[in-house]
């Protein structure tokens, strides 16, 4: 049997009438986009493009220069198509419309460019995330910030591009959650992991736990149980990893099982965790609970939460659904 190209796996979901031309043609831009990243990241210091950007975003964050050239690299891909009406991106303040000198299209799409860029100094994974949403009919030609605040519920498709031994793409659009890994000599990326699905059960946490003496008593008492192991009231041992780039750490997810935990905590207390909602914490809550797993902030569903602003903190307790019932369980206590 042929394997089954990206491209191919598209042009079926349109034939069956699971997304749109147009859809098809955002996703495929989209890849393309981060294809281009892929190489960047790969030349490392013999491209020159490791280091600070000597610039800051609007979270504070110092950017790398691998930040910058990502954003650049998406922006660009996306702006001449036709099928967005406008980009937003943890790297711009705003929402940046489509120029005016081309056709306006009915999607908006967000992105992180680069996650995990504390990492891409040391030669660790990072990756891009990206989610879609629908313009509202009548602001198509005029997009603002407001008309991205919906719903994660709402979203069209979402995925992520982990920049690892292996560059692969992990994309929904609500039909399921498939893996597709490129091949580098030939530049196609090819469906190697369908319907994936997070075990419902696990002994794998990932949590920074250097932050541990920040957080609220209820994640206090659940880690506690955690690490008491089998002698403790969970009665099993539990193993822990911690990549420091929430693509990375999903992706072991979606593939073995865990759960993936940023909580609320008291460092700064003007905000609500450090993942941002728009572009980290629902691409990767749809493509979780497309695979069977949840996506809560230890109190609600993250696909239900109404955004209040484009760049907003929320808690992140994702992954294995079971061991996300459990932290659940310690928030409602
Ligand atoms: P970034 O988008 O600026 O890279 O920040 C998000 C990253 C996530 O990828 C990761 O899970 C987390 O920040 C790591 O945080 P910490 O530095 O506390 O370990
Ligand atoms: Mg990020």
């Keep these: 049997m042929q394997p089954v190209t990206l491209t191919r796996y598209l042009v079926e979901e349109q034939r ?3 997304i749109s031309a147009e859809l098809r043609q955002l996703i495929s831009v989209v890849v393309r986009a981060c294809t281009s990243i892929s190489v960047a990241v790969s030349k490392g210091a013999l491209g020159g493009v490791l280091g600070e950007a000597g610039t800051g975003n609007v979270q504070g964050e110092a950017q790398k220069k691998l930040d910058v050239i990502s954003n650049d690299i998406l922006l660009e891909a996306n702006a001449w198509g036709g099928h967005l009406a406008a ?3 943890e790297e711009m303040d705003h929402a940046m419309p489509v120029p005016d000198e081309y056709p306006h299209g009915e999607f908006l799409l967000l992105f992180d460019p680069l996650d995990g860029s ?3 100094d040391v030669n660790v994974s990072v990756g891009t995330i990206f989610s879609v949403l629908r313009c509202p009919k009548d602001h198509v030609e005029a997009p603002t910030d407001a008309d991205f605040l919906q719903p994660g519920r709402d979203q069209v498709a979402a995925g992520y591009c982990i920049y690892g031994p292996q560059t692969m793409l992990v ?3 609500g039909h399921g959650t498939h893996g597709f890994t490129l091949d580098r000599e030939q530049g ?5 992991h369908p319907r994936m699905q997070v075990p419902a059960q696990t ?3 990932a949590v920074n736990m250097s932050n541990q003496r920040h957080w609220e008593p209820q994640m206090q008492a659940y880690v506690a149980d955690l690490l008491a192991g089998r002698d403790g009231p969970r009665g099993k041992d539990f193993n822990m990893r911690w990549i420091a780039s929430m693509v990375a750490d999903v992706h072991r997810i979606l593939t073995r099982g865990g759960i993936f935990i940023y909580p609320r905590d008291t460092k700064d207390p003007t905000k609500a965790g450090k ?5 980290e914490a629902n691409p990767m809550g749809l493509l979780i609970e497309q695979a069977g797993g949840l996506a ?3 109190r609600a569903r993250i696909l239900d939460l109404p955004p209040e602003q484009l760049h907003q903190r929320v808690p992140v307790f994702i992954g294995s659904r079971e061991e996300v019932e459990a932290a659940e369980r310690y928030h409602a206590d």
């Design 16 to 18: 069956a009438g699971r």
């Design 87 to 89: 980009c937003a991106s």
């Design 118 to 120: 504390s990492n891409i």
């Design 171 to 173: 994309l929904t659009t």
């Design 188 to 192: 196609l990326f090819v469906l190697t």
């Design 203 to 205: 002994a794998e946490f």
């Design 275 to 279: 993942l941002r909602l728009m572009y």
């Design 296 to 298: 809560s902030t230890g």
